[in-house]
C-alpha cells in the first residue's frame, strides 16, 4: 500500500539557519505533494504543494522540490523565525484527486531565539 | 465562511461504549476524510469518502465506521471504545474538482480519551 516515510523525526536550527525535512514515498502513481503545517494545539493547514510535472516551487521563504525518479521531496525554511516553530508533515496522493491523502509521521520543528 | 466543523471538541468515554464523532463542512466538498494522530505516529488515514454513497477504508479502519448520507456530513462512529483508541480525530474535506485548488482543510479536531 502506499506509504510516505519522514525525516528528521525532530529539527532544532537556530533562528536565522536554514531548516530541510526530507519525505519518500512508496506509491509511484503519486503525483501530488502538500506540505502542512500544525502550531501547537491547531489543526494543520497548507503552507505550500507542487504537483509531479514540476520540480522545484517557491513561496516567500520556503520551498518544495520533488524527484520523481528517486520518489522523494523535501522542505527547505530559509532565515527561520521562532514562529516557524510547529510539526510538519508531508504527504502524497495518487493521480485524481479523489487519491488517499497520506501522511508522513511529521517533523518537529524548533527555531531557537 | 465555516469551513469545516467537528464536534464535540473533547470527549472521555468509557471502555466499550459508543459514540458519534461529527463532522460537516460547508465548501460542497466531495472528498472527506477522518484522520487519527497520536505521538511519533502523524495523521493516519482511517476512512474516506468521495461522494455521498460512497465510503472505502483508509490505514487504520479497525473500530472505526462510516457513513456519507449527504455532501455536507461525514459522522466517524466508535461502535465500542477501547483505550487503543484514544488520539486526537480531525476531519478533512477537498474538493475532486480537476484543476481545482485540492487543499485539504481541516477540522479543529477531537481530543479523545477511553478509559
Known amino acids: 500500500g502506499e506509504n510516505v516515510e519522514q525525516h528528521p523525526s525532530t529539527l532544532s536550527v537556530q533562528e536565522g539557519d536554514s531548516a530541510v525535512i526530507k519525505c519518500t514515498y512508496s506509491d509511484s502513481a503519486s503525483n501530488y505533494f502538500p506540505w502542512y503545517k500544525q502550531e501547537l494545539g491547531k489543526r494543520p493547514q497548507l503552507i505550500i504543494d507542487i504537483r509531479s510535472n514540476v520540480g522545484e516551487k517557491k513561496d516567500q521563504r520556503i520551498a518544495v522540490t520533488l524527484n520523481k525518479t528517486a520518489k522523494h521531496f523535501s522542505l527547505h525554511i530559509t532565515e527561520t523565525q521562532p514562529e516557524d516553530s510547529a510539526v510538519y508533515f508531508c504527504a502524497a496522493r495518487r493521480s485524481s484527486n479523489t487519491g488517499k491523502l497520506i501522511f508522513g509521521q511529521g517533523t518537529t520543528l524548533q527555531v531557537k531565539p | 465562511n465555516a469551513g469545516v466543523t467537528q464536534t464535540p471538541k473533547f470527549q472521555v468515554l468509557k471502555t466499550g461504549q459508543s459514540m458519534t464523532l461529527q463532522c460537516a463542512q460547508d465548501m460542497n466538498h466531495e472528498y472527506m476524510s477522518w484522520y487519527r494522530q497520536d505521538p511519533g505516529m502523524g495523521l493516519r488515514l482511517i476512512h474516506y469518502s468521495v461522494g455521498a454513497g460512497i465510503t472505502d477504508q483508509g490505514e487504520v479502519p479497525n473500530g472505526y465506521n462510516v457513513s456519507r448520507s449527504t455532501t455536507e456530513d461525514f459522522p466517524l462512529r466508535l461502535l465500542s471504545a477501547a483505550p487503543s483508541q484514544t488520539s486526537v480525530y480531525f476531519c478533512?474535506?477537498?474538493?475532486?474538482?480537476?484543476?481545482?485548488?485540492?487543499?485539504?482543510?481541516f477540522g479543529q479536531g477531537t481530543r479523545l480519551t477511553v478509559v
Open positions: 478533512a474535506s477537498s474538493t475532486t474538482l480537476l484543476g481545482a485548488n485540492t487543499e485539504a482543510f
